[in-house]
């Protein structure tokens, strides 16, 4: 029975979507998959003889699903995904209106791709690795440009849904760190990349995704991520791996600036509004944040501080 393994997972491979099939091998769920087969339910008892058969046959058997997957003239998986936006939150939508949208990926050739779009799309991904898709909002006509506002993504094959890959706001945190982690890797020196190749690929995100939900993180960062510098939480894990206890918020002080009472609406979707009584004071750090009210946009840092009208 053993010997006919290849047979059989093939014969009910092609009974099942094959596409979904190939998700559950990239989710780290093979060897759990294999055993739910329509036609094959029934676990097999190995003993120490066959162990090494069994094995050996389940190896060829992925390797053949990815040659044929891969090398076949027809690609028995499709690797277009239609977009689902995530909804903005609601302040955003009601002083700013629809947004266009800025994406960044990499397709499956594993090339850096981008494009612009308004509505509706889809896109070919890279389906051999963990594979971040970022979805940038920007409001032209108000001049705010892609990369103000915090973006939404997702993280191949985690958020596909059939056909769909879903976009989310919590998606665009783990999407950026994706990034920061390769950037990172690239910029860290020979000791560090020979030690543990800490790739974005190779990191746990089934397990990282669970950490904004978990009670014995930073509750000020669970309630809103981009709080947080992810630039340097990203260089730590590539020097020395992932502690959760550095999920806390980036220091912040006060600033007080000559504008508005708002409401004034932040870049991160986590975050509520500021709506002031007395003089605006607004929390700072040495990079430069951006607030928006209904009479214009407001940048500002531990230093200083600029108000820019709205030219309607």
Known sequence: ????????????????????????????????????????????????????????????????????????????????????????????????????????????????????????????????????????????????????????????????????????????????LYDELAAAYNQANSAAKASVPRLPQYFDWARFRQLFSDSTVNADFRSDPWLADWENIAARIVQSGFDKRRLVPEARSSKTASVNAGPWIGTSPFSRPLLFEGIPAFPVRAATDTWVSSEGILRCNAQTWNFVKFNY
């Not at 991904?125 to 940038?136: F, Y």
Request: aromatic share 16%.
């Open 1 to 176: 029975m053993q010997e006919n393994l290849c047979l059989i997972f093939f014969f009910n491979a092609k009974k099942t979507n094959f596409k979904e099939f190939y998700l559950k091998i990239m989710q780290n769920q093979f060897s759990r998959h294999i055993y739910s087969m329509k036609n094959y339910k029934k676990s097999l008892p190995l003993n120490a003889k066959h162990r090494f058969v069994f094995y050996f046959a389940q190896a060829v058997c992925l390797a053949l699903g990815v040659f044929f997957v891969l090398g076949c003239g027809k690609s028995l998986i499709d690797p277009q995904y239609v977009l689902e936006f995530p909804r903005l939150p609601e302040e955003w939508d009601m002083m700013l209106g629809s947004p266009q949208w800025k994406l960044e990926w990499t397709d499956n050739e594993g090339h850096k791709k981008s494009k612009t779009v308004s509505g509706k799309t889809e896109i070919a991904l890279a389906s051999t690795w963990a594979n971040a898709v970022i979805a940038k909002p920007f409001w032209p006509k108000k001049g705010i440009e892609a990369g103000v506002f915090k973006p939404a993504g997702a993280i191949f094959p985690f958020d596909v849904s059939g056909e769909k890959l879903i976009l989310s706001w919590q998606g665009g945190v783990e999407a950026v």
